[in-house]
């Protein structure tokens, strides 16, 4: 259960900091006149054309705009389960989502609370994701860390052709095998008030079964 319960929540971009790198680079070429066999260094427009690959990489645009309805106060649901014929457990809580970075990163808190059956979970439940869209990968992605374990999963993913189905593929370090573990899920915004967030599991036949759905509903 700790593995499905570990991307409760749903779900960085480094390309800014490389291209930083060259550009800071290139600057400081930029002061020498010639190289060591006499020729020019690049000059302006060679230096005007990577400050504007740099702006491009790190302003928010239409993808981002498509995370904005999951901004706010939500209450929700889950049910989750440890195989696919296996009975459904479920808690109730209180997320958050909200912008940091300009604009650039959902940053998603998530309080839980077992229900009295399900001994495993042991206590109040508590995550933490960071969500954004990679303008250089052209992909979403979702970090996730939780009071379940020591690790996070990493996922990435893309949207469908209206921006409201986002499907990732997410990897994390099983504490059940000790191995990396993939798996699919799902996050579908139904409208301003309404979001669900799917994970499916694959079985002892390797069949792909749902193991996780968290329904969310603005908090009013």
């Given at each position: 259960?700790?593995?499905?319960?570990?991307?409760?929540?749903?779900?960085?971009?480094?390309?800014?900091?490389?291209?930083?790198?060259?550009?800071?680079a290139?600057?400081?070429?930029?002061?020498?006149?010639?190289d060591?066999?006499?020729?020019?260094?690049?000059?302006g427009?060679?230096?005007?054309?990577?400050?504007?690959?740099?702006?491009?990489?790190?302003?928010?645009?239409?993808?981002?705009?498509?995370?904005?309805?999951?901004?706010?106060?939500?209450?929700f649901t889950?049910?989750?389960?440890?195989?696919?014929?296996?009975?459904?457990?479920?808690?109730?809580g209180?997320?958050?989502?909200?912008?940091?970075l300009?604009?650039?990163?959902?940053?998603?808190?998530v309080?839980?609370?077992?229900?009295?059956?399900?001994?495993?979970?042991?206590?109040?439940?508590?995550?933490?994701?960071?969500?954004?869209?990679?303008?250089?990968?052209?992909?979403?992605?979702?970090?996730?860390?939780d009071?379940?374990?020591?690790?996070?999963?990493?996922?990435?993913?893309?949207?469908?052709?209206?921006?409201?189905t986002?499907?990732?593929?997410?990897?994390?370090?099983?504490p059940?095998?000790?191995?990396?573990?993939?798996?699919?899920?799902?996050?579908?915004?139904?409208?301003?008030?309404?979001?669900?967030?799917?994970?499916?599991?694959?079985?002892?036949?390797?069949?792909?079964?749902?193991?996780?759905?968290?329904?969310?509903?603005?908090?009013?």
């Amino acid at each position: 259960m700790r593995s499905q319960v570990k991307i409760l929540g749903v779900l960085f971009c480094t390309g800014a900091l490389g291209l930083g790198g060259v550009v800071f680079a290139q600057t400081k070429d930029d002061k020498k006149p010639a190289d060591a066999k006499g020729g020019a260094q690049p000059g302006g427009d060679e230096m005007a054309k990577m400050m504007e690959l740099m702006k491009k990489a790190a302003t928010p645009g239409e993808f981002h705009n498509h995370l904005k309805p999951l901004v706010g106060k939500w209450t929700f649901t889950t049910k989750y389960r440890m195989s696919p014929d296996g009975p459904w457990e479920q808690s109730t809580g209180n997320a958050v989502y909200k912008w940091i970075l300009g604009g650039r990163i959902l940053v998603h808190e998530v309080k839980a609370n077992p229900s009295p059956d399900d001994a495993m979970m042991g206590g109040p439940f508590e995550g933490f994701g960071l969500t954004g869209y990679d303008n250089v990968s052209k992909k979403y992605f979702n970090v996730w860390l939780d009071n379940m374990g020591t690790g996070m999963m990493s996922s990435t993913g893309s949207c469908d052709s209206s921006g409201k189905t986002i499907t990732y593929m997410g990897d994390y370090n099983d504490p059940m095998t000790g191995k990396v573990k993939t798996v699919k899920s799902i996050l579908k915004i139904a409208g301003d008030d309404k979001v669900v967030f799917e994970m499916y599991d694959k079985g002892p036949d390797g069949k792909e079964y749902a193991s996780l759905e968290v329904s969310y509903v603005r908090a009013k």
